[in-house]
């Protein structure tokens, strides 16, 4: 099971053991706002697809959110998208950053020059961590923030990369 050390959190793939906890987070008002029904959400979750991982956060032991990434397998198009959920009760403290920059440094490492993560653009939560990921050159080299509208759809797009 890959581990991945970031400066205050752990992330592990998930695991059986590991639904109750991610149901319960997805259930919180907060989060399912914007995951929708939880049940349905820690499915897909489970769901292996080629490329698409989902890690638990833990602090100490606890598990506290869950990221996931979804790569591009082509070695001609080395890119990421990456997606995050953690418990209100654990916001505001960095953990959601330290996550976010620990999978952003990992994905980066194993070959992907452009990363992204596309909320809601009323999810000023999400916006103010990725704003923050996205402007650390330790996390990627450049960042961008697009607004993207379309009939029915409002969200902000992050594309961070990596300098040739």
Not at 72 to 88: K, M, N, T, V
Not at 105 to 118: A, V, Y
Request: net charge negative; aromatic share 6%.
């Amino acid at each position: 099971m890959p581990i991945i050390h970031g400066a205050r959190v752990l992330l592990r793939t998930i695991s059986a053991k590991d639904r109750d906890r991610l149901r319960e987070i997805l259930a919180t008002p907060e989060v399912a706002r914007w995951w929708g029904d939880p049940d349905h959400q820690v499915d897909g979750l489970y769901e292996v697809e080629d490329g698409y991982t989902c890690y638990v956060i833990e602090l100490d032991g606890v598990v506290v959110g869950m990221i996931q990434s979804c790569e591009e397998l082509d070695p001609q198009y080395r890119h990421a998208g990456i997606d995050i959920s953690l418990h209100p009760d654990f916001h505001g403290r960095g953990f959601g950053t330290d996550a976010l920059r620990t999978l952003a440094r990992h994905l980066l490492d194993n070959g992907h020059h452009r990363l992204t993560i596309d909320p809601s653009a009323s999810n000023e939560v999400a916006i103010g961590v990725y704003t923050k990921v996205a402007s650390a050159r330790s996390a990627c080299c450049a960042a961008t923030r697009k607004p993207r509208t379309a009939p029915g759809v409002t969200a902000c797009s992050w594309t961070c990369w990596r300098e040739s």
